[in-house]
């Protein structure tokens, strides 16, 4: 790894979307957060297990995403499973609604990362897995694995 690049931690990483879900395309998006939350996120404090993306009013929102409440939070402290603005840009977002609008397509936030100081959420826009896909992505996993494991 080259001297110039950081290291960007990632804080929550939603596995079950890709066992569950083909990722067709991904976007970056900054999260409009409160201080308290920044904190929890910052110690790890966040799950994606559930939560989703919506485009509501020519804006995009994180759904049900779970940041737990700040443990030195005072009274002002932020409420876990509320909505979460998605920073991201008009035409993203709207291209981002007609993705989501076709059939069978949906909004998965898949990580939260920290970059350059900020916190970040790639989303992605995902077809479901039936059954039979799910089980032959882990023989696929199991082959390799082996594969790796013997050579």
Known sequence: MPAAQKFSPVFAENRKARHDYNVLDTVECGVVLTGTEVKSVRHGE????????????????????DIAAYKFGNRFNHEPKSRRKLLAHAREIRDLRMKSEAKGLTLIPLRV??????VKVAVGVCRGKAAYDKRETLKKKAITRDLERFA
């Open 113 to 118: 990362y920290l970059k350059g100081g900020r």
């Open 46 to 65: 966040i799950s994606l297990s559930g939560a989703y993306a919506a485009v509501m009013g020519g804006e995009l929102w994180l759904m049900a995403a």
